[in-house]
């Protein structure tokens, strides 16, 4: 008994699925020799438009497999009397094969693995943001008091000997006497305990709880009150949505 021949809407089907795999493989191959070609990379904004049509046909290719999944389930592949199968049997030997290879087998595990953590997971919860935000800012600080901006050299490197640090370069470096006399003034202030009473010293930095402004944290014995500072971040939304597109986030 003959097996059933595939009706019009079949064909279209697996037409339109080549044309779609035939796309993505164009593409991936488009990205391959523009990096292997390009010394140095190409530009980042080329790059990222190439992975936005990968993906844009990666998304096709999914749709078009769902769509038509029992379709393509049903179906069996052999060869007719009419294929070359002496002089293409590597060809053959891929149309008749059933399971992925192994190291696709792996990878497409992975894949699954990975997009079944990101549909589970929501994400930060509003607490934990404004946790990281209130770590980020501190730690920020606290490095930031560790360095000398505008120096040729770190305080650490200051602190144990200009002379063995190695910096590569052929000319020598000077120690600016500012820097250590300044450093030297604020320790002698700290361990005196004088100055005036409308100095004070900001140690640290958060984030209000109400999300808006800043919040200081001052040396003890200052009266002051912390200053606020408008905030002029940007929403981590925007910041995740430009790493990702590259878009430019919005105005205002």
Known sequence: MSAPSLGQQEIKALEQTRQRLSQLTHSLSSMQQRILQSDPLPPWSSLQSLAAIISQNLASVSQQLKTHHELFASMSVYPTHEFPGQTQEDVLGQLL?????????????????????????SGLEQSEF???????????????????????????????????????????????????????????????????????????????????????????????????????????????????????????
């Open 130 to 252: 404004q946790e990281l935000w209130s770590w980020a800012g501190l730690a920020a600080n606290e490095q930031a008091r560790k360095h000398t901006w505008g120096g040729n050299y770190t305080l650490d490197e200051i602190d144990m000997g200009v002379e063995n640090v190695v910096t590569g370069l052929r000319r020598k470096l000077k120690v600016d006497p500012d820097e250590s006399s300044d450093d030297e003034d604020e320790e002698e202030t700290a361990v005196e305990g004088g100055g005036d009473d409308d100095e004070m010293e900001i140690v640290g930095v958060r984030r209000k709880s109400t999300g808006e402004g800043l919040e200081f944290d001052l040396a003890k014995g200052s009266a002051h009150p912390a200053p606020e500072v408008a905030s002029t971040a940007l929403p981590i939304n925007s910041t995740f949505r430009f790493l990702m597109t590259g878009a430019a986030p919005p105005a205002g």
């Open 97 to 121: 094969r059933k399971k992925l290879e192994p190291n696709v087998q792996d990878w497409a595990a992975e894949a699954r693995k990975i997009a079944t953590e990101q549909t589970s997971s």
